[in-house]
């Protein structure tokens, strides 16, 4: 089975522009969830979909937005860019199995905000 | 209550030693443990992964030793080699859906 993937890989863009981030998560995948990892924070949860709803929300701005379509693909938005939202974006998708839903991450987004 | 505290936050082993990294966690709700391996410029890989249902689990030379009472758990990783020189992460979740709350990182160097 194909990964985790990401696209863009990297991205650049300046501040006050938006950008959209995609995941297209591993066959047979509903859920998909968002991280941001930086040097100082580390690796924090932004916000997981499973059947095109969002199931839970991580503590960040509603400029960080997220939405899953009807093939469990998924996409991120944030507006208004900041210098501090540079970051590493992580997608993870999951397949419950028994109590446990395991997360498969994919190699992330590289966004730079200059 | 929702942080995980993981420690050291470097660390350097000789070839063939043993390398343990400890976490520690505060909300008994957690009842899903896994550790990540992430190397420079991949995403996250699921390493191993333990329940609060046993105290330890075993794959390879990777094991999960899990405290219940003290809520700490810990990653050993037996007869270290040089290929796992990588950012390990642990991390924790309450299983309701996928929320992961992850530790800060340690950095692993096994030296030849």
């Known amino acids: 089975k194909a990964g985790v993937t990401q696209t863009p890989r990297y991205l650049i863009k300046t501040r006050g522009q938006q950008v959209t981030l995609s995941c297209s998560p591993i066959?047979?995948?509903?859920?998909v969830s968002w991280y941001q990892q930086t040097p100082g924070q580390g690796l924090q949860f932004l916000f997981e979909?499973?059947?095109?709803?969002?199931?839970n929300k991580g503590n960040f701005p509603g400029r960080f937005s997220g939405r899953q379509f009807s093939n469990s693909r998924s996409e991120m938005n944030v507006s208004t860019l900041e210098l501090g939202d540079s970051a590493l974006y992580l997608c993870?998708?999951?397949?419950?199995?028994?109590?446990?839903?395991?997360?498969?991450f994919g190699p992330g987004t590289r966004l730079t905000v200059l | 209550q929702q942080q995980v505290k993981q420690s050291p936050q470097s660390l350097i082993v000789q070839k063939g030693g043993i390398s343990i990294i400890n976490c520690a966690y505060e909300?008994?709700?957690?009842?899903?443990f896994p550790w990540y391996q992430q190397f420079p410029g991949k995403g996250p890989a699921l390493l191993i992964a333990?329940?609060?249902?046993?105290s330890e689990k075993k794959e390879g030379r990777f094991t999960i030793s899990f405290n219940k009472s003290a809520k700490q758990f810990s990653l050993h990783i037996m007869d270290s080699q040089p290929g796992d020189s990588a950012t390990y992460f642990c991390?924790?979740?309450?299983?309701?859906?996928?929320?992961?709350?992850f530790g800060q990182g340690t950095e692993l160097s096994v030296k030849p």
């Open positions: 993870a998708s999951s397949l419950r199995s028994g109590a446990v839903d395991t997360q498969y």
């Open positions: 066959s047979g995948h509903r859920s």
């Open positions: 979909y499973f059947s095109e709803t969002q199931r």
């Open positions: 909300n008994t709700a957690f009842d899903y």
């Open positions: 333990i329940r609060p249902d046993v």
């Open positions: 991390a924790a979740s309450n299983n309701q859906g996928g929320k992961l709350i």
